[in-house]
């Protein structure tokens, strides 16, 4: 089976920076997945890595390490409209199956 | 596009009562998805299906059953509900395998008490 650690809370001031950390353990690993979810809100996409290295869209960045197994979320310059919870997600094994961790709830504090 | 489309958004069952929470996708995409969600938790794959008339079983799927009949529609149905099943339950749908970004697309959910 598959599975993954992530913080459970992170708080940090807007227009500072916060890196959201995964550890994962699966077989047939494909790639990692991040997610943006708003309370009551559905998740939505954000990054996806397969290969080592940094993945950079605007203000986000995505990095992984597939001999360490790890990966992070990096936002920059943080606004208010950051606060939500971020969930990393495993892509493993055929047929798209992906396994999401728990959720990393971020607080951005004025 | 309307995207991923799930219905209703919120119900109240009374326990051994069924239901179909219905999903449909505009996207022409193969893959699509059934998960709950517990306050606080992770998404939990309930089933997900490869294309028309291919289902399989993800982390939890007892208690549920689904069917494709068509790529649009997934619909998952509870038999008999239990109090267990009140969660928040996502669709989801994605592209086939090939893309190097295979995101999922999610409804807006469907909120399920079970009382």
């Known amino acids: 089976g598959q599975s993954l650690e992530q913080p459970s809370e992170v708080t940090a001031v807007e227009g500072a920076i916060v890196q959201i950390n995964c550890t994962y353990q699966t077989s047939g690993f494909y790639g990692l997945s991040w997610y943006q979810q708003h309370d009551g809100g559905a998740p939505t996409f954000l990054s996806y890595n397969a290969l080592d290295g940094l993945e950079e869209t605007g203000r986000f960045s995505s990095f992984l390490s597939r001999s360490d197994s790890y990966g992070y979320l990096l936002l920059q310059e943080l606004q208010m409209k950051d606060s939500a919870s971020y969930f990393c997600a495993v892509r493993a094994g055929g047929y798209q199956k992906v396994t999401f961790g728990i959720g990393t709830k971020l607080q951005v504090i004025p | 596009n309307a995207g991923v489309t799930q219905t209703p958004k919120f119900r109240i069952l009374k326990i051994g009562q069924s239901m179909t929470l219905q999903c449909t996708q505009d996207m022409n995409h193969n893959y699509m998805y059934w998960y709950r969600q517990d306050p606080g938790m992770g998404l939990k794959l309930i089933y997900y299906s490869v294309g028309a008339g291919i289902t399989d079983k993800g982390e939890v799927p007892n208690g549920y059953n689904v069917s494709r009949s068509t790529t649009e529609d997934f619909p998952l149905r509870l038999e008999l509900a239990a109090p267990s099943q009140t969660s928040v339950y996502f669709c989801?749908?994605?592209?086939?395998?090939?893309?190097?970004?295979?995101?999922?697309?999610f409804g807006d959910g469907t909120r399920l008490s079970i009382l």
């Open positions: 989801a749908s994605s592209p086939p395998s090939g893309y190097s970004n295979q995101p999922q697309h």
